[in-house]
């Protein structure tokens, strides 16, 4: 069963993180909305954050798992928001189960096909020689020579942890993210529609979903809006948590 934290009691708001990330990015935002009334639910995806490891790693999977939860704790309708990655794997499920979907929210991306670009952080990812046991600041010296942004390094030491005394180590699965890199950026089934209310929110400074990109949105989310938030990029929703909830909150209501 995939990890989670859940927060507020009311309409229940299930959260999908990015590829990389985990529940805890989220855990201002979802306060946020638990105080508005939703039952939110910070869900950490597998092979990521505190859930479970597997060497299966796809969206139909990550969406099945997303299923089971819901079974086990009994949420027949949600509302669900999901970036990045996780807002792909949200779309699959709202297509895939529109009977127990109310409201989709997408944050930047869409449901075409994105090519590798990953490369550079998995190769610092990878430069990390664990069993030399390295202190935090080692571990993001090494990331510092092949990740210059200083918000993508922050991002990744979050999943940094200490696995036992002296010895850390990164909560996600690198090793089957080097395997399965190609299921992060495929895209969505042709046929696949989901026809109830849908926004998509985009970064200003994000290439993730362009004006070229809004036909193909429809034609899947014949229901949806599509905002942008100015002079933010892909992590929008960290780098203007304000205008990201406002938004988002009055879709939800």
Not at 120 to 132: M, P, Q, R, Y
């Amino acid at each position: 069963m995939l990890y989670s934290k859940i927060e507020g009691s009311g309409k229940p708001l299930l959260i999908l993180h990015g590829f990389l990330g985990m529940s805890d990015n989220w855990k201002t935002m979802g306060t946020q909305f638990a105080a508005n009334g939703c039952e939110v639910h910070l869900l950490d995806l597998r092979n990521h954050g505190r859930s479970f490891h597997s060497e299966e790693f796809s969206y139909a999977i990550m969406v099945q798992d997303v299923y089971d939860y819901c079974q086990a704790n009994n949420l027949e309708k949600i509302n669900i928001l999901g970036h990045s990655m996780g807002g792909k794997t949200a779309m699959l499920f709202a297509t895939t189960y529109p009977e127990m979907v109310e409201k989709l929210i997408v944050a930047d991306i869409g449901p075409k096909f994105y090519p590798q670009h990953h490369q550079t952080i998995l190769a610092g990812l990878n430069a990390v020689d664990f069993s030399k046991k390295p202190s935090r600041n080692e571990v993001e010296e090494i990331l510092s020579q092949y990740i210059t942004d200083f918000g993508t390094r922050q991002f990744l030491m979050k999943s940094l942890y200490w696995h036992e005394p002296g010895q850390l180590a990164f909560r996600f699965n690198l090793s089957v993210f080097n395997q399965k890199m190609e299921e992060i950026g495929k895209p969505f089934p042709e046929n696949a529609i989901f026809n109830k209310p849908t926004l998509f929110i985009r970064g200003g400074n994000s290439n993730y979903v362009l004006d070229e990109d809004f036909q193909n949105i429809q034609q899947h989310f014949p229901d949806s809006r599509i905002e942008t938030i100015p002079n933010a990029g892909h992590w929008l929703h960290a780098e203007n948590p304000k205008l990201f909830y406002e938004i988002t909150s009055s879709f939800l209501k």
